[in-house]
């Protein structure tokens, strides 16, 4: 008897770059959860290593799904950084309600608004330290 499960297609991938000098672009593509969220947290850490932007963006216009294990990944990137989601799928937004989180994260209709959302928030906090 055969208990392995098939996934179609990719399991995850996840493009990063910059959007300006100081904030990075997570575009992860395909499902995130338990088995592709580590991918994920990978993808963050090697953005945080190479650019070390003061902020990030995730755009999530590519994820069909979005577990528990996801969230958790998002919500550890938002701890350690400024945050914004950007492009949200049916399935994102579902998940962000299901699990309490959609006031956590800052969410924004484009990613180029997401940008802007974060460059302001960043602005506002060198203000405040000033």
Excluded: W
């Excluded at 945050?83 to 959609?102: I, P």
């Amino acid at each position: 008897m055969d208990f392995s499960v098939h996934r179609p297609g990719p399991p995850l991938s996840v493009r990063t770059t910059l959007l300006g000098d100081e904030i990075g672009l997570l575009a992860p593509t395909g499902d995130i959860d338990m088995a592709t969220a580590p991918l994920l947290a990978a993808a963050f850490a090697d953005l945080r290593k190479e650019h070390a932007p003061r902020a990030v963006v995730v755009e999530l216009a590519g994820v069909n799904f979005l577990g528990s294990a996801g969230l958790s990944c998002l919500a550890n990137v938002r701890a350690d950084t400024e945050l914004a989601l950007s492009r949200l799928t049916h399935a994102v937004r579902r998940a962000l309600e299901v699990g309490g989180l959609r006031e956590y994260f800052p969410c924004y209709d484009t990613t180029e608004e997401a940008r802007d959302g974060l460059r302001q928030r960043l602005s506002a906090s060198v203000d405040r330290s000033a």
